[in-house]
């Protein structure tokens, strides 16, 4: 079992930055791949991205490559989101998954919300 506590939400104004951190509780941390996912309100879940047990693969979407950086640090149990030039459409709830196989994500947390301001 893997317990994921997301933070560091907030509002901000179109260009700014947003550090998200996602703490998990549970053993073997480093053993299961994380990522990021948000929903907007009335939109399916996207995939925001994602990182390999070790931090050595990361992978996104062309719609925030460039201006999102996920990393890991495994001895704190914590996966973070550094978001930059934030736009009004990235706002959304951005959850934290954990997950042992490539695009399999059992655990979930229970969300941050984001709100970018034009």
């Known amino acids: 079992q893997v317990q994921l506590v997301e933070s560091g939400g907030g509002l901000v104004q179109a260009g700014g930055s947003l550090r998200l951190s996602c703490a998990a509780s549970?053993?073997?941390?480093?053993?299961?791949?994380m990522a990021w996912f948000r929903q907007g309100t009335g939109k399916e879940r996207e995939f925001v991205a994602s990182?390999?047990?070790?931090?050595?693969?990361?992978n996104y979407p062309d719609s925030v490559k460039g201006r999102v950086t996920i990393s890991r640090d495994n001895a704190k149990n914590t996966v973070y989101l550094q978001m930059n030039s934030l736009k009004p459409e990235d706002t959304a709830v951005y959850y934290c998954?954990?997950?042992?196989?490539?695009?399999?994500?059992?655990?979930w947390g229970q969300g941050t919300q984001v709100t970018v301001s034009s």
């Open positions: 998954a954990a997950g042992l196989g490539v695009g399999s994500y059992a655990y």
């Open positions: 549970g053993r073997s941390f480093s053993t299961y791949r």
């Open positions: 990182i390999s047990g070790s931090g050595g693969f990361t």
